[in-house]
């Protein structure tokens, strides 16, 4: 049963992110009232790009070429503390999700790298922009998860999604924490209100503007390294949720549906609110550390102190 579990893991790791982005270009084109690209639209743009070669300026150095990969291998290996499938996960010691945040960030640093690399001012203010976001969305992140680990008592990244909804506070902690991640997901998959990786107005990019020089597999891998980060988050807000936890293959079917409910939710976000100005986007990563902020003290006055 655990051999099936890791497989299946392994598959909607693998298979599950492009599908999230397809959900979500459907959602917003239903929104917006247009026929749109299709269900599986996401799979071709990738196979396009993997068949192209990639091209290299002559300023660039190895990091650039080798930016890409270690954001999809890092990506990758954080995928397998993840609870795709409910409160479990083929890798899981106590703390692994600072490893998690340590193997995102170790990736972000590539990115900006080489994107540095490529001696472009224009690319460098997209990397300043996406370590600033970031360095403001990390301390939600890890607030909202220590405080999932004083709740739940556990430590690990895949336990922290068994708090339940059982009682008021735990509901209250519960979407508080969802809340949270949500927000997180936004900034670090480049989603809307924070970025939006389909603009091409120059002064507003963020994500985007770092990988204008890749191409080929380069770039679908750091796309696909993006709409993986993107399943994680998602997957971890659908768990928070999921009333079916210790369900087995049910429980973990329901899991993959509300991860799907999640992008869906993530494209009438994106249909119903506009981009926020760049200096307005710490504000709203702000509610982020709010809600965090509110599920701690919750938790606190729920336990009556710190366990």
């Known amino acids: 049963m655990k051999a099936l579990a890791i497989v299946l893991h392994a598959a909607l790791l693998l298979a599950l992110p492009p599908l999230l982005l397809g959900v979500i270009n459907r959602t917003k084109s ?5 026929k749109g690209p299709r269900l599986l639209q996401p799979y071709s743009d990738l196979r396009r790009l993997l068949l192209k070669r990639p091209v290299y300026s002559e300023v660039t150095t190895a990091i650039f070429q080798i930016a890409p990969l270690v954001l999809l291998g890092s990506t990758l290996i954080s995928g397998a503390f993840a609870p795709l499938l409910g409160p479990s996960a083929p890798l899981s010691f106590a703390f692994d999700f600072v490893v998690v945040a340590y193997l995102w960030g170790l990736g972000r640093v590539f990115l ?12 460098g203010m997209g990397a300043s922009r996406e370590a600033t976001y970031a360095a403001v969305a990390e301390p939600a992140l890890f607030l909202a998860l220590g405080t999932l680990a004083a709740a739940t008592g556990r430590s690990s990244f895949a336990d922290l999604v068994g708090l339940g909804l059982g009682s008021a506070p735990q509901v209250v902690v519960s979407l508080a924490c969802l809340v949270a991640v949500f927000v997180f997901m936004q900034v670090e998959a480049a989603r809307v209100p924070v970025d939006d990786p389909t603009t091409h107005l120059e002064l507003t990019m963020i994500h985007e503007v770092m990988v204008l020089d890749h191409s ?11 709409a993986m980060k993107l399943t994680i988050c998602a997957s971890f807000v659908a768990a928070l949720v999921n009333p079916l936890h210790g369900s087995g293959l049910l429980g973990a079917a329901a899991n993959v549906f509300l991860t799907l409910l999640v992008a869906v939710a993530v494209g009438c976000v994106e249909s119903l609110v506009a981009r926020l100005r760049l200096r307005a986007v710490p504000q709203y990563v702000l509610s982020a550390t709010v809600a965090a902020l509110i599920a701690l003290l919750t938790t606190s006055w729920w336990q009556g102190g710190v366990r």
């Open 112 to 123: 900006v790298l080489a994107a540095l690399d490529t001696g472009s001012a224009f690319e």
């Open 216 to 226: 080929g597999p380069d770039l679908a891998a750091i796309q696909y390294a993006s």
């Open 30 to 34: 239903l929104w917006a009232g247009r």
